[in-house]
């Protein structure tokens, strides 16, 4: 989407300083219908962000000046853009980092080498589940003091409102819908990363610690969340 107001569909923001492995993702990406645009240092994508809003942001994380991880950081800051899906690209499979980038807000991580197939798997994925939630999203739910009105993608805890990323909105979401049942990692895997998600169930543990961190009283002494 355009911030004046002009919608665009499937307008993808890569930052990635490796000039081959941008023309992979747009050659790749446009072929399955999406608009690419590549930048290639972060400080680029972050100026662009002032005049264009894409629908997902792909991230390396290793880049000239500011890296992938600070570049998320600012964009999950930006109320324009906080609640846009991230998937970071990292060469490093250190779980640590995995996690850092999932605790900054990003929705799905990707590491190098990475298969042209799994990389739009990926894509598809995010778009699929965006377009599934934006025809459910006609109801306000509540859940003891917090309420999540989804037509707007809002979540309020005490009147006040409480800041979520995509994919932590929709985890929320399921959560309440569901509350009284029991629903594994796996479930929570399948329908909040997409059937294609290749990642691992301590995806879900972040992020549910996440949501306890911003929901809780006090997240050290968890309560009915």
Known sequence: MEVDGLMSKG???AV????NIQQLIKYNLKAHGYRVKNFD???????QCKVTIPDLFLL???LPGIDGFEVCNQLKQDVLTKTIPVIMLTAKSDEVDKVLGLELGADDYMTKPFSVRELVARVKAVFRRMSLSNQSN???LSFGNIKIDC?????????????????????LKLLVMNKGK????????????GYDYYGETRTVNVHIRYLRQKLEDDDSNPGSY
């Open 11 to 13: 307008l993808v923001f």
């Open 16 to 19: 990635e300083d490796e000039e």
């Open 41 to 47: 240092t972060g400080e680029k994508l972050i100026e």
């Open 60 to 62: 390396d994380v290793m």
């Open 138 to 140: 006609t109801d306000v």
């Open 151 to 171: 037509s707007r993608r809002e979540v309020v805890k005490d009147d006040k409102i409480v800041d979520m990323a995509f994919k932590e909105f929709e985890l």
């Open 182 to 193: 029991v629903l594994s990692r796996d479930m929570l895997l399948e329908k909040i990363w």
